[in-house]
């Protein structure tokens, strides 16, 4: 019993912080207004997360087995392009799963959690990895200079589509980028 009420305890915490930052953003949502919505005290926040980033680096755990778990073992065997389309569209239906209100808290110059390397960063990466040696992709950059900068554009198609307030199709915009990168990446053969 024990067991259960700390982690509806913790789940609480989670949900208030959550829904404090959508309302007043990251910087806006303080420790203390957490504590009272999830009707806890101070210490009790800081039994299960040190900062408030432990609950933004909290929201990437179930993309992060998503794509563990799903998208790792659906890409296995597929062509170069085909996988990189499902990568795309894994991605953009994360975000949109995720949802326009907590993208926009994610979406703050305290997240941390960007500059990490996640899962999909190395799926991604033995993708293009393979996609080189099969002779599929053009091997211009190294596969991290290639991940990087595909994040760079994923993350900002997203940031887009925050400022937009979802006004276009995400995974439509992500493909058609898609599109446009691999005009650039597929070697003579694949063209």
């Known amino acids: 019993m024990p067991y259960k009420k700390s982690e509806i305890t913790k789940e609480a915490v989670y949900t208030a912080a959550l829904e404090l930052m959508v309302e007043k953003g990251f910087r806006g949502a303080t420790i203390r207004d957490i504590c009272k919505r999830a009707n806890v005290s101070v210490g009790t926040f800081y039994s299960y997360?040190?900062?408030?980033?432990?609950?933004?680096?909290?929201?990437?755990?179930?993309?992060?087995?998503?794509?563990?778990?799903?998208?790792?073992?659906?890409?296995?065997?597929?062509?170069?392009?085909?996988?990189?389309?499902?990568?795309?569209?894994?991605?953009?239906?994360?975000?949109?799963?995720?949802?326009?209100?907590?993208?926009?808290?994610?979406?703050?110059?305290?997240?941390?959690?960007?500059?990490q390397a996640r899962p999909m960063h190395t799926i991604l990466y033995q993708v293009i990895e393979e996609g080189q040696l099969g002779g599929h992709l053009r091997r211009m950059w190294d596969p991290q200079t290639i991940v990087d900068y595909m994040f760079d554009i994923l993350r900002g198609i997203c940031y887009d589509w925050c400022l937009c307030d979802a006004g276009f199709d995400l995974e439509e915009r992500m493909l058609a980028l898609l599109d446009l990168i691999l005009s650039g990446l597929l070697s003579e053969d694949e063209k």
């Open 49 to 115: 997360y040190e900062s408030k980033r432990d609950i933004i680096r909290e929201v990437y755990l179930p993309g992060d087995a998503f794509f563990l778990e799903t998208v790792a073992r659906e890409l296995q065997g597929k062509p170069t392009v085909e996988q990189l389309r499902l990568f795309f569209h894994y991605y953009a239906r994360l975000n949109i799963e995720t949802g326009l209100d907590i993208l926009k808290v994610l979406y703050n110059p305290d997240n941390d959690a960007f500059r």
